[in-house]
């Protein structure tokens, strides 16, 4: 039993050291530019309510990417989405394909 100490422990800081890993990953991982290809198509905007409402007319005040399907979240106010992989977006931008969280 005691002979598992050691493994345990090692294991523990394994599992720490990935989550120290992964939030410093977070922290650091680039956020969507304004002038990103994907960004424009889509029509993002880091702040939701200088959305393009001629170009996109589906947008609606309270809409944002914090109450988005397709937002996997992350800081307060920064984190990954689904359609803009290894980058974040705003938690209070918007973008053409956004689908209100069920619930
Ligand atoms: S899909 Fe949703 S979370 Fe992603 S940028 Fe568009 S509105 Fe934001």
């Known amino acids: ?5 050691p493994r345990r422990s090692f ?15 977070n922290a650091f991982a680039a956020k969507v530019e304004a002038n990103d290809p994907q960004a424009l ?6 702040e939701a309510s200088k959305a393009d409402t001629k170009k996109f007319p589906k947008y609606a005040a309270g ?7 397709l937002y996997q979240g992350g800081s307060a106010d920064h984190g ?16 053409s394909a956004y689908q209100k969280k069920a619930g």
């Open 1 to 5: 039993m005691s002979s598992n100490l």
């Open 41 to 46: 198509a889509l029509g993002y905007v880091p």
């Open 63 to 69: 809409q944002k990417c914090g109450s988005c399907q």
């Open 11 to 25: 294991l523990m800081n394994l599992v720490a050291s990935g989550a120290a890993l992964f939030t410093m990953a």
């Open 80 to 95: 990954a989405c689904a359609l803009f992989a290894g980058k974040e977006v705003m938690a209070a931008g918007w973008c």
